[in-house]
C-alpha cells in the first residue's frame, strides 16, 4: 500500500516543486511551509518520510529533526539544504538524520533514496485515486470543496456531508457553528478548514470562551497581534445559551478589531445530549451538527489505523501494529461514547499492551473493560448491520424527541412496537442483508 511523504520548506516555491516531482512518481505527497505547521501535521498523520529544508527562520531544520525525532525515533527523515559546514553536518548526524542531500538536487539520485523509504501507489491504486478525483471534482462544482482533507477523516458519507455543509459556510461567512458530541474530531476539521480559507501553515487557536464578550475581545486580539497565527480562530462554548452571546461577539470583533477583514470564529459547542433542533435554530444558517463516530464505522477504521501506526512508531517498534479480524469487529461495534479522543486513547493503550504487531479482541477488551464475544466470520456483517440500526434508531428518537411509537408509525414499521427495546430487538429492517 502506498505511503505518504511530508515536504517541508520555508520556500513555497520549492516545497512545490518537490510535491510536484513525487506526485509525478506517483507518491501521495502533502506539503508545509512552516516548521510548526509540519510539527502539527506529525502529530495527527503517519508518514513514511520526512523531506525538509535546512536553512529556515524560527526553527531550522535541525531543531525541527529533534522534535520528530521526539514523536518518531525510527522516521526516515531527509534534510535537504544547500552547502552545510561540518559543525552543522556533525550535528544533524548526532540527531539520527537518514541522509543529507545537497540543493541543486540531482533528481533520479534523490527519487531513488525516497523509493528507499516510501512506496509509490500501485496501478490500482492510481487508478482509485483518479475515479476518487473525479467524484471530488464533480463535487467541487456545488461545494466548492478544494482539496482532500489531511487531518479530519471524511471517508464517510455522514462526515463527508458534514465537511462539506461546513466548508459551504467557512468560505465564505465569519462566524460557523459545530454542535459536537463529548471527544469529537471537530477541532480537526477547523484544521482542514482553516488551510482551504488560505491560512496555509499557520497554527489554529482554539480558545475557551471567556466570561464576558469585553474579555473574549481582548484575547482575540492577542491572537490577531500574532501574524504567524490563522486567522480562523475556534472559541469553545459549554452551552446552548451562549449561542446568542457568540453572534453578539462575532459582531463586536468585525467592528472593533484591527485586522479583522479575513477572521473567521468557529464556535464549538460542547453540548452534551443538546436538542438538534434548538442548537439549528439558535446557530442559523451558520450551523452545522458533526455526527457522532459510533455512526460513521468507517471513519473509526480511518482513525484506528493512523493512531495505531503513530503509536507503534512512537514506541520504536520496526513494525506497525495491526489488528485481528476479532479486534476489528469490536472497534466497529463499540459505541464509542467518548468519540475520537476516548478511540486515540483506547488504541494506544492497546498497542502499548500488545506483546507483538497485532492488537487482538483480548487486548481490547482488557483495555476498554467489558467483554465482547467472539462471533463466528459468517455473522459478523449481520450482527454489524443490527448495531447500526439500533444506533440510527436511537438517533432518531434522541434528535426528533420521538416516543418510541411515534417513530415507529413515522418509519411505517410493524405498529406492536411501542418501547424502546421493541424498537431494539426488531429484527434488520432489510432483510436480504441477514445473507452476508
Known amino acids: 500500500m502506498a505511503g505518504r511523504i511530508l515536504v517541508l520548506d520555508d520556500e513555497e516555491n520549492y516545497a512545490e516543486m518537490l510535491q510536484d516531482l513525487l506526485r509525478e512518481n506517483s507518491y501521495r505527497v502533502d506539503m508545509a511551509t512552516r516548521p510548526e505547521r509540519a510539527i ?6 503517519p508518514y513514511d518520510l520526512v523531506i525538509s529544508d535546512y536553512k529556515m527562520p524560527v526553527m531550522d531544520g535541525a531543531d525541527f529533526l529533534k522534535k520528530a525525532r521526539e514523536l518518531y525515533p525510527n522516521l526516515p527523515f531527509i534534510l535537504v539544504s544547500g552547502l552545510m559546514n561540518t559543525p552543522e553536518l556533525v550535528k544533524v548526524a548526532n540527531m539520527s538524520v537518514t541522509l543529507v542531500m545537497e540543493k541543486p538536487l540531482d533528481t533520479e539520485v534523490f527519487l531513488q533514496h525516497v523509493a528507499r523509504f516510501s512506496a509509490p501507489m500501485t496501478d490500482i491504486e492510481k487508478e482509485q485515486f483518479v475515479q476518487e478525483g473525479a467524484s471530488l471534482a464533480s463535487e467541487r462544482v456545488a461545494h466548492s470543496y478544494p482539496e482532500e482533507p ?11 456531508r458534514f465537511l462539506q455543509n461546513a466548508w459551504v459556510i467557512a468560505k465564505e461567512a465569519r462566524e460557523l457553528f459545530i454542535l459536537e458530541s463529548v471527544g469529537g474530531d471537530a477541532e480537526l476539521a477547523i484544521k482542514d478548514l482553516s488551510n482551504w480559507r488560505g491560512n496555509g501553515d499557520m497554527p489554529v487557536e482554539v480558545l475557551a470562551l471567556p466570561d464576558t464578550n469585553e474579555a473574549a475581545i481582548v484575547k482575540l486580539r492577542e491572537v490577531l497581534a500574532d501574524f ?3 486567522r480562523l480562530i475556534g472559541v469553545r462554548i459549554n452551552s446552548l445559551s451562549d449561542i446568542a452571546r457568540a453572534h453578539k461577539l462575532t459582531e463586536l470583533a468585525l467592528r472593533e478589531l484591527e485586522g479583522s477583514e479575513p477572521l473567521l470564529l ?4 460542547n453540548a452534551e445530549r443538546a436538542d438538534t433542533s434548538e442548537f439549528v435554530a439558535a446557530a442559523a ?3 452545522v451538527v458533526l455526527p457522532s463516530l459510533s455512526l460513521r464505522p468507517s471513519d473509526i477504521a480511518v482513525y484506528a489505523r493512523r493512531t495505531a501506526r503513530i503509536s507503534a512508531e512512537r514506541a520504536g517498534r520496526s513494525q506497525g ?3 485481528t479480524p476479532e479486534a476489528v469487529y469490536v472497534l466497529l461495534s463499540y459505541d464509542w461514547p467518548g468519540n475520537f479522543k476516548q478511540l486515540q486513547e483506547v ?5 502499548n499492551a500488545s506483546a507483538d504487531e497485532f492488537i487482538t479482541l483480548e487486548v481490547l477488551n ?3 473493560e467489558t467483554e465482547f464475544e467472539v462471533v463466528a466470520p459468517d455473522q459478523r456483517i449481520a450482527t454489524l448491520m443490527k448495531t447500526e440500526q439500533c444506533r440510527y434508531l436511537k438517533e432518531q428518537l434522541e434528535e426528533g424527541g420521538l416516543t418510541a411509537a411515534e417513530l415507529a408509525k413515522k418509519l411505517e414499521l410493524d405498529p406492536s412496537v411501542q418501547t424502546k427495546d421493541d424498537l431494539y430487538n426488531m429484527p434488520l429492517l432489510r432483510s436480504e442483508l441477514n445473507r452476508f
Open 321 to 323: 501494529a495491526e489488528f
Open 347 to 351: 488504541v494506544s493503550a492497546a498497542v
Open 150 to 160: 489531511r487531518f479530519f477523516s471524511a471517508s464517510n458519507f455522514l462526515s463527508n
Open 366 to 368: 482488557t483495555v476498554l
Open 40 to 45: 502539527t501535521q506529525l502529530e495527527e498523520i
Open 228 to 230: 504567524e497565527k490563522s
Open 266 to 269: 468557529v464556535y464549538i459547542v
Open 285 to 287: 444558517e451558520c450551523g
